[in-house]
């Protein structure tokens, strides 16, 4: 007979509203800050970084995001709860090993939102979001590399 682990819900964040991700601790049976910001982007990417690096631990994530809505706290939606089915996998990706694929793709989204912020890009709406990671699933890392040097070169002008 197996247990289901329950988990209280997330209680809203202190202070001004502005962007903040909770994860919950299963040891410590308690939820923590993972990532603030007065910007969306920043945080749902530590959000990302996070989720991966705690699955190829192979430990369960539990994230939620807090954000501010007409000048109040507003519990939000992650991406991750938002993706109805499992995203392909690139080919490429297809032979290899599940933690290194994800670490892989990790890197092309970290270099794809270096290069968006250096362009001076940094609150990102749903569809710019939902853009990069199109491109983190469909171009190789050297594609990517080459996308965020001419966005770092167009945002140094």
Known sequence: MSTVETRPESPR????????????QPAAQAWRTAAESPHRSPVLHALGEMTQTLRARGDEASFALWGPKDGEWRRFDTPLKQAASPQPIPEAAATEPAPLAERMTGRRHQVLMSGLSKAGLYDLSPEDDATVQA?????????????????????AR
């Open 135 to 155: 491109l983190v699933e469909r171009l190789d890392e050297a594609a990517v590399r080459r996308v965020a040097h001419w966005l770092a070169t167009a945002g």
């Open 13 to 24: 964040p202190q202070g001004t509203p502005r962007w903040v991700a909770m994860f919950y």
